[in-house]
């Protein structure tokens, strides 16, 4: 055998080795079947297109979910915004049952969102924003266990709350004037909370 054959199927057999951080795991194909698992650290595939290996990052992602208009039970409009905290706990699943693991779970988190707003009234979606935060959670941990995902977190950010509309604003900022202490007591009733008051003065009491 020449030398230069020699040459030629070493450098073959190095382009065959891969390097996984700590944080990642290849998952290993071969001629398009899954094979398993390989790393952290120096692993080797076959090389020429026989094995195949998809690097993974395991590590806990954030995912901040855009603004979302949603109606409540009660028929009131809010916008809603959230933050998902995730990550691949099984890196075999992540590749082979989904396409897109974190466009998947993106959009899987904003139709939970609006789904369990839409289930509760606009004074729940205020006060018991852990109850609402499980529920998120548990909305869509059976979808993301089948893709390998473990969900950590589903936390709602901020709730923006409608404006209080002109004809509904004159009346309350005279009854501000005129009954001052009746006035904050309703600002402070649950159902009152939807109504953006910001502008108007409530004297404390």
């Known amino acids: 055998m020449s030398i230069a054959v020699v040459v030629v199927l ?22 398009g079947r899954y094979v398993g ?3 952290p650290g120096l692993y080797w595939i076959i090389p020429l297109n026989i094995e195949r290996a998809v690097t993974i990052d395991i590590r806990t992602r954030t995912v901040s979910a855009e ?3 949603t109606i409540t039970r009660d028929s009131v409009t809010i916008k809603v915004n959230a933050v998902l905290w995730y990550r691949i706990v099984d890196a075999a699943k992540s ?4 396409a897109d693991a974190p466009a998947a779970v993106y959009q899987l988190a904003l139709t ?10 606009l004074d729940e979606v205020l006060q018991e924003r852990n109850k609402i935060n499980s529920l998120l959670c548990e909305n869509i941990a059976s979808s993301t266990t089948a893709w390998g995902l473990q969900v950590q977190r589903f936390e709602m ?4 709350l409608p404006r209080l509309s002109r004809a509904v604003r004159k009346p309350w900022q005279a009854l501000v004037i005129l009954f001052p202490a009746s006035a904050q007591w309703l600002a402070q009733t649950p159902a009152f909370c939807h109504w953006e008051l910001s502008r108007c003065s409530i004297p404390a009491s």
């Open 112 to 121: 939970g969102l609006r789904n369990i707003i839409g289930q509760h009234d």
């Open 67 to 69: 603004q979302q208009e």
């Open 157 to 160: 950010k901020d709730v923006e």
């Open 95 to 98: 590749v082979i049952e989904v």
């Open 37 to 39: 698992l390989r790393g």
């Open 10 to 31: 070493i450098i073959i057999g190095l382009s065959g080795l891969r390097i996984a951080q700590e944080y990642q795991r290849g998952v290993v194909f071969r001629l």
